[in-house]
């Protein structure tokens, strides 16, 4: 069967994501574009994934220095998801959206009020059909505004949270051990 990109995006987007702003540097200009294709790869050692349009523009710099950095973004900050989805807004950007931002652990540019960040050293890439897949040892964690509420992606459309319930997740109990 020729499953259309059309209908494809419809159904994936019935899954919702969180939105991250990958952030890079191209010699000494930072970087980012937003992702939502984001997982966890490994507890031990610390892996994690991105998928990336292989023609967008950061591909060459995560290709050259073989670092990334990802940051997870809070309800507050849209703007900058849109911004860094090429939005036509001012500042662009080719200016870093306009944003703040400061050095990591290991130098990469962290966005100042995410809720958290990772700073990462690709391990590997896969081409995956016409994307990149980016697994990366996660060198550093920051967790600066735990208590933020995420920006959510769904539907083409930004989610809230204005309602939430949590519950314990029913299953098998993990041990610290794995």
């Known amino acids: 069967m020729n499953v259309s990109t ?11 994501t969180g939105v991250t702003v990958v952030t890079a540097f191209d ?18 050692p610390p892996l994690v994934m991105i998928a990336l349009d292989r023609r967008r523009f950061i591909v060459p710099a995560i290709d050259a220095t073989g670092r990334y950095a ?7 900050q849209q703007w900058l998801s849109d911004c860094f989805a090429g939005a036509n807004v001012t500042p662009s950007r080719d200016a870093f959206c306009g ?17 958290a960040a990772m700073e990462c050293a690709v391990v590997d ?9 980016y697994v990366a040892h996660v060198e550093a964690l920051h967790l600066d505004h735990p208590d933020a509420p995420p920006l959510l992606y769904h539907r083409r459309r930004y989610l809230r949270i204005e309602r939430a319930t949590t519950t314990l997740v029913a299953g098998k109990p993990e041990s610290p051990a794995g």
């Open 27 to 44: 010699g000494d200009r930072p970087q980012g574009i937003t992702v939502n294709a984001l997982s966890s790869v490994s507890l031990d």
């Open 99 to 115: 944003a703040a931002w400061h050095p990591g652990e290991t130098g990469l540019p962290l966005l100042d009020g995410s809720i």
């Open 6 to 16: 059309i209908d494809f995006r419809t159904v994936m987007g019935q899954f919702a």
């Open 125 to 133: 890439r896969f081409v995956a059909g016409d994307h990149y897949l």
């Open 70 to 76: 990802v940051n997870v973004l809070d309800e507050d």
